[in-house]
């Protein structure tokens, strides 16, 4: 008797899921229907402009979508699609030595992503992402110390904004 209740409920839960179309095992959430995804260029429209950022980022979000879905990447009218700027990308100290200067500094990245789903309109947004990555005062945010942080912000924003739109968490 337990063994066909078991049997039952496994095949509920299994028609379920095959049934309802925007569920998947990946924990994306979306419309069966969306097949396509576009991320247009996000120009750096901060007060401190650092060469490069822009077109670093707007790859980096293009690559979470290539790697975590297997939507389609198009350079108009996607089903789902991203847009916005950057409008944060500043330097402050953040802690400091016994001779009362910075041992840490902080850069702090801000985007603002504007988000639309062709097939649920109810689920696009306007919404700012940020986040920072600490590095030794002494060291010049150049090369592999600017690479670090850019590379640690951008997984951190990118997964934000990725589990905002799409994995609806």
């Not at 750096?44 to 707007?58: C, D, K, V, W, Y």
């Not at 992503?113 to 920072?132: A, H, L, M």
């Amino acid at each position: 008797m337990i063994q066909k209740i078991k049997i039952f409920l496994f095949s509920v839960l299994l028609i379920s899921v095959v049934s309802c179309g925007i569920y998947s095992f990946g924990g994306v959430s979306l419309d069966s229907r969306v097949k396509t995804v576009q991320v247009d260029y996000f120009p750096n429209t901060a007060r401190l402009i650092e060469p490069g950022l822009s077109q670093a980022f707007t790859v980096s979000l293009q690559n979470i979508f290539i790697s975590q879905t297997n939507l389609d990447m198009v350079k108009s009218d996607g089903d789902i699609h991203f847009e916005g700027e950057i409008t944060g990308y500043r330097i402050n100290p953040m802690t400091a030595t016994a001779q009362q200067t910075a041992a840490q500094n902080r850069l702090t990245i801000t985007v603002l992503v504007n988000f639309y789903n062709k097939y649920e309109e109810d689920k696009g947004f306007e919404q700012s992402f940020s986040f920072y990555h600490d590095y030794d005062a002494n060291a010049q945010l150049v090369g592999g110390t600017l690479d670090e942080a850019l590379e640690v912000i951008f997984e951190r924003i990118t997964q934000d904004i990725f589990n905002a739109s799409v994995a609806q968490w």
